[in-house]
């Protein structure tokens, strides 16, 4: 049976190291993913947040243009566009869809339909796409979707993602093992 998949983008379909070569360029740090331990950059990064803020949003846009794609996303993302609707929602500001949609399009990874809520609150746009599955890298939202929603969801590892999770909440470590998943749940 068809189902529709709710699919992040940042650290989910993008490899979550994306941001930091240009963290380490702008603010002279020499960090890799494994120091980043909390989802809020401002601890490793060590500035005021409203500086981060503003530095972030100067660079956004380039930095989702480069940001490679996480191992083994597209051939899974390919094969489920077969049977399933992919859904993508980020939280990404609206303005960047046309920015998103290129790289999509670069990447070679189809989509159905792209939502950029400017918000992490994900569990409305959830809900309102009727998702039956979701897929993240942050662990509140996870959590959030998972319990508002009634729906698994696959917690992409990552260390800034460590907190204990709910039994709905699956963790899993890249794509190839989501798809185990997936082909199992779909079995049910
Ligand atoms: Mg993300």
Redesign the pocket.
Known sequence: MRKRFGI?????VTCPTSMIPFINKDFGLNITLSDVTEYDLTKVVDVPPEQFSRWFLEKEAIIYEHSPVASGAEKVLNFWKENHDLYFI??RGADLLENTKRWFQQKGISFHHIELIGSHDKVGTAKRFDIDIFF???HDNAVMIHEECGIPVLLFNTPYNQDPVPKGVIRVNNWSEADIWVKNWLKK
Do not use: L, Q, R, V
């Open positions: 992040d983008i940042d650290g989910t980020s939280a993240e890298d942050k």
